[in-house]
Each structure stands twice: as structure tokens, then as C-alpha cells.
């Protein structure tokens, strides 16, 4: 993980990705890294995990060696006109704003490069060393990854196409996806269909697979558990131990990379961010 200069960060909506990119984030620049972190679709978890009330399109230093924003499709579709197709700042460019608009509610690929766009533009003026999304969820991941690709067939020639290509180009070349779920059924099975798809269509290498909030087993016997009186003392070992074995099985499905133990006692989304980042830079 963390071998590529973009680093995309999704899986179920819930699983807790945010923390985890926060964490990827703190983990880099613990290493010296210049790390920008980017909320694609939505900012509010990332902003908690990186200890902010909110992210702005303009990025900001949240922490030595991090900084952080949020996309704003409006003013990412105002920097693509600008900067990427290379519009001058003094052209009006009201009418084209309008069509691309309107393209972008209905061309296939067009709203989705408009968002991808901007962690790859990060990429591309080189003043980070990793630039960390927090994705879209796992169901609208494919279409964002996709979309480089499905513009470039609908465009025949110029300057949006060419974009459209070199943008693949680093998806392909210079971009990794890490997966999060956590151990139940459904986050489990998700991220194994996605795992699937990506090698399928050769979108996003996955580098790696985390398993969050994996509840430890307890080290005591069943016999020991069943001479405890009832009430809640008995109720609440039960419980963790149902848990813990029922974790165990969807464990063995993911075959994850990394594990994330569940992270009692944090009282707000920083503290657990930083402390997902010392677990990362202690594995």
C-alpha cells in the first residue's frame, strides 16, 4: 500500500473509509511524505477523521505535512475549463459552462471525470507525494473509474478526449485502490465483487484489503462462560463471543491484508483516525 502517487480509498457506505484514508494520510506523512487528501462525494466523515468542522475546494494544511479538500463540481467543472482545457481566465465561458452542464447530466462519463478529475490534476502538478481519496461506495466506484475510458469512446478527437486518455493513463500506470470492509456479510461479499471487477476490466490495481472494527476473541472457555451468572456481565461476553466467531468466518472469505481491531474508548473520529495511523505504521 501507499506505492503509488494516487491512492484511492473505498468499499461499503458505513465501513468506515474516511477513517481509514485519514489514517493512510498520517501514516504517509509520519514518513515525511507531502499528502493531500481529497473528500470525492462526501466530505463531512473526511473532515471529522482529519480533526476539521468542514473541507473547502481550496486545500488547506489540517496537519505538518497534510493538507485537505473537499470537491466541489461546480468549481471543479470551472478548473477543468480553465486549466485543463485551457480556457483563458478573461473568455467567457458561461455558454460552455452551460453545455458542459448539461453534458454532464447526460453523457455517460462526463459528471464522474468532471469529480475524477481533480485528485488526477493533483497528480499531475506534482506537489505531493500522494494524493489519498476517499471514494465514492463501492456501488458508484466503477463508474468514476470507468469514466476516463467511456469519454474517450464518445469523443472522437481533441482536447477533452486527449485528457480523457491521459487521465486513464494514470489511473493505469500510477494509481492503486485499497478496499475496506468490515466483517459481515454484505461489506464482504461487495468487496469481493469489486476486487473481481477491477481485475476484470484492468481498472485499479488493489493493493490492499482492510478489514475494519474486527472484534478480538476473548481468551476464555465456553465452560467458564456458562458458570457465570445471568445478567449483564454473562449477556455482554456472549455477545463478543458470537460476534467474534461469526466475524471469523467472514474473515476467512475476505482474506484481507491488514486488520483493524474494533477501537473502544475513542471519543471522537481524529483520535480514531490516528490511532488507525499508528496501526498502520506499526505493521
Known amino acids: 500500500m501507499l506505492d503509488n502517487r494516487l491512492v484511492v480509498v473505498s468499499g461499503k457506505g458505513g465501513v468506515g473509509k474516511s477513517a481509514v484514508t485519514a489514517g493512510l494520510a498520517l501514516k504517509a506523512a509520519a514518513h515525511g511524505a507531502r499528502v493531500l487528501v481529497i473528500g470525492m462525494t462526501e466530505p463531512l466523515g473526511l473532515a471529522e477523521h482529519v480533526g476539521v468542522e468542514r473541507l473547502t475546494y481550496e486545500a488547506r494544511e489540517v496537519h505538518p505535512g497534510i493538507s485537505a479538500l473537499a470537491i466541489d463540481r461546480p468549481a471543479a467543472l ?8 485551457r480556457v483563458p481566465r478573461a ?7 452551460r453545455a458542459l ?10 459528471r464522474e471525470i468532471i469529480t475524477m478529475g481533480k485528485p488526477v490534476f493533483e497528480v499531475w502538478a506534482s506537489r505531493w507525494d500522494h494524493v489519498i481519496v476517499d471514494a465514492p461506495p463501492l456501488g ?10 467511456a469519454v474517450a469512446s464518445i469523443v472522437p478527437a481533441g482536447r477533452i478526449r486527449d485528457q480523457a486518455m491521459a487521465m486513464a493513463d494514470v489511473l493505469n500506470s500510477d494509481c492503486e485502490l485499497i478496499l475496506v470492509a468490515t466483517a459481515s456479510e454484505l461489506p464482504v461479499n461487495e468487496t469481493l465483487e469489486a476486487v ?30 456458562a458458570r457465570l451468572p445471568d445478567g449483564p456481565h454473562r449477556g455482554a461476553v456472549e455477545l463478543h463471543m458470537a460476534v467474534a466467531e461469526d466475524q471469523t468466518t467472514w474473515l476467512a472469505e ?3 491484508t491488514f486488520t483493524i481491531p474494533y477501537l473502544f474508548g475513542l471519543l471522537t473520529p481524529y483520535e480514531v483516525a490516528a490511532r488507525i495511523g499508528d496501526l498502520l505504521e506499526a505493521a
Open 140 to 149: 458508484q466506484l466503477a463508474s468514476y473509474l470507468r469514466a476516463p475510458q
Open 101 to 110: 452542464t448539461v453534458l454532464a447530466e447526460t453523457a455517460p462519463g462526463i
Open 254 to 256: 475476505l482474506s484481507p
Open 78 to 85: 470551472d478548473e477543468y475549463i480553465r486549466l485543463q482545457l
Open 196 to 225: 473481481a471487477l477491477m481485475k476484470a476490466e484492468s481498472l485499479v490495481p488493489v493493493t490492499g484489503v482492510i478489514a475494519n472494527r474486527v472484534v478480538e476473541p476473548l481468551d476464555i472457555a465456553a465452560r467458564t462462560v
Open 91 to 97: 473568455a467567457p465561458t458561461a455558454q460552455l459552462t
